[in-house]
């Protein structure tokens, strides 16, 4: 039996990864979804003072009242700065580690930075402009998700996801994330590309990694939101880790 955490991406929460958590409970493992402060059944605590650094402690938290080792974890998008914030932190208890679609900082980089690395600068721009804009209307620091069609999401599916996304604090993308590189110890890293959308600035991450050794880089024809559009996919391939 594995024990699986599943980080969702900005906006989202724990609700996200509903079909893919019943997928690999139904395969006999435990499976948490932690919901980051702020979105989700949190958004009642929302507010423009959350950070990057909430949403780590929220996802340590989680693993420190269930007592978890060998875990599994999975971030997705925005998940990606969360988790390798984590890693770092508490690397003995993980198993592996995957990226869903998702940022792979280093250290000292911030999301809206990584931004400008992956994206041309027209599409880079486009994206800040957009959340900056956001989170100054009304002085309320808070970024208005993004729709569902942006990022590819199945038409049947797009309503669902609009309808539980709620706004984000910009903090939480211009905080950059500090490694001390303990992670080195963590056995078994994955990529997953969803390669059925643009502009995706997580091409520029797969490209980058698929070179080296120790990661396993992975291509799932999909929109951004991988676990909504094919969970059982998604499912499948993170059993492979167990």
């Known amino acids: 039996m594995a024990n699986f955490v599943l980080v969702h ?27 980051h402060t702020g979105v ?6 929302g507010d423009e003072a959350i950070t990057l650094e909430t949403h780590v402690r929220d996802v340590a938290g989680v693993i420190e009242a269930e007592e ?3 875990i599994i974890l999975c971030g997705h998008s925005y998940g990606g700065m969360v988790i390798t914030q984590l890693a770092d932190r508490m690397p003995n208890r993980i198993k592996a580690i ?8 280093e250290s000292g980089d911030s999301l809206i930075g990584l931004l400008s690395k992956a994206l041309d600068t027209e599409n880079a721009a486009g994206f800040i402009g957009a ?19 942006v990022f590819g ?10 309808r539980r996304c709620a706004p984000q604090a910009l903090a939480t993308f211009e905080m950059p994330v500090l490694l001390s590189g303990e992670d080195d110890s963590i ?16 091409r520029y991450f797969a490209s980058l990694l698929e070179s080296r050794s120790e990661w396993d880089v992975v291509t799932m024809q999909s929109s951004h939101d991988v676990m909504v559009d094919m969970p059982d996919a998604l499912a499948a391939e993170l059993l492979k880790l167990v």
């Open 68 to 70: 978890l080792d060998d």
């Open 153 to 162: 999401i199945r038409e049947e599916n797009r309503a669902w996801v609009d």
């Open 187 to 202: 056995g078994k890293r994955v990529y997953i590309l969803a390669d059925g959308w643009d502009p995706s600035p997580f």
């Open 40 to 45: 989700g059944e949190r958004a009642h605590l």
């Open 131 to 149: 959340f900056r804009g956001s989170a100054q209307e009304g002085g309320c620091g808070l970024m208005q998700p993004i729709p569902a069609e």
């Open 9 to 35: 991406g900005a906006w989202h929460g724990g609700w996200c990864w509903r079909d893919v958590a019943s997928a690999l409970r139904a395969a006999g493992h435990d499976v948490f979804t932690p919901t």
């Open 98 to 105: 995957v990226y869903l679609d998702a940022f792979v900082p």
